[in-house]
């Protein structure tokens, strides 16, 4: 069974960072490109930045510079740091599994919340 769990979210001011995490279980990891996708209140899921398995990333427009996506194939593990936050930059995060349209392999998320 796939599992994907994210923490690392939290409520943080406008300039300020954070770093999610996400461990994944059930799967070869390291043999899948990864995906972080958000949803802000009241709106769809929105792609945010993928990982191939060797290790090439890309990012939405509107956060490059500001977010960088990694991962730990030794651990299983997913990350996205977050800096230069903004209000925009508010919703929930949810670690994907692979790099398509299809989101619904996902997990429970991790709320971000920037507010001064």
Known sequence: EVQL????????Q???SLRLSCVASGFAFSSYPMTWV???????????SSIA???????VDSVKGRFTISRDNAKNTLYLELNSLKSEDTAMY???KGATTDWS??????QV???S
């Open 5 to 12: 769990v994210e923490s690392g979210g939290g409520l943080v």
């Open 14 to 16: 406008p300039g300020g």
């Open 38 to 48: 958000r949803q802000a209140p009241g709106k769809g899921l929105e792609w945010v």
């Open 53 to 59: 398995n060797g290790g090439n990333t890309y990012y």
């Open 94 to 96: 949810y670690c994907v």
């Open 105 to 110: 392999t996902r997990g429970q998320g991790t």
């Open 113 to 115: 919340t920037v507010s």
